[in-house]
């Protein structure tokens, strides 16, 4: 499990960056056409995310962290290192909401095109091309939740194939026979 029930299904990106994902997807010679990483942020920065996608901020009054390992869109192989790019705090949360009194953590998994260019993660992956990244599912962690490290993989292996489909848009319908 990812250690929480706070597990949700994005359909964020814009028609425009989900077509132009695709089209380097399907132009890609390599194989896995894609392969999958973690990006945490803090809980401030998802509203923004969820409506305009991942964007690269380097070198903006928007970078949030350092650029250690060059200029982009940072994504992990494990959730536990996006994790640490969360933080829980208690500023401006609801004291009845259901995440607690501290906001929680969220880390996204994405799915990102693996282009021939795509530089294998040492440590991370830094995706300076914002359209190679769409932003798949969005995981919460309350301070309550249980620790976990999960491969992003070897979480997208278990996404069921007809949801991850529908989310690539190829929404074949298997009833029909020609």
């Not at 996006?82 to 799915?111: R, T």
């Not at 301070?143 to 999960?150: A, D, F, I, L």
């Amino acid at each position: 499990g990812l250690g929480t029930d706070f597990q949700f299904v994005m359909l964020g990106a814009s028609p425009q960056h989900e077509w132009k994902f695709q089209t380097e997807k399907s132009s890609t010679v390599r194989s896995p056409s894609s392969v999958w990483a973690w990006h945490g942020s803090h809980f401030k920065n998802w509203h923004s995310i969820v409506r305009t996608s991942l964007k690269n901020m380097s070198g903006t009054k928007y970078q949030a962290h350092g650029a250690a390992y060059g200029k982009g869109i940072y994504l992990a192989k494990n959730s536990q290192t996006s994790l640490g790019y969360s933080k829980f705090d208690n500023s401006g949360m609801w004291k009845h909401s259901i995440f607690g009194d501290k906001q929680p953590k969220v880390v996204a998994l994405c799915e990102i095109v693996n282009h021939v260019n795509l530089t294998k993660p040492s440590p991370y992956y830094v995706i300076s091309i914002e359209h190679w990244v769409a932003t798949r599912f969005l995981v919460v962690h309350t301070s309550k939740s249980g620790r976990c490290n999960v491969d992003a993989n070897e979480a997208a292996a278990k996404i069921p194939r007809k949801l991850v489909d529908s989310l690539q848009g190829n929404n074949h319908d298997d009833s029909k026979t020609s």
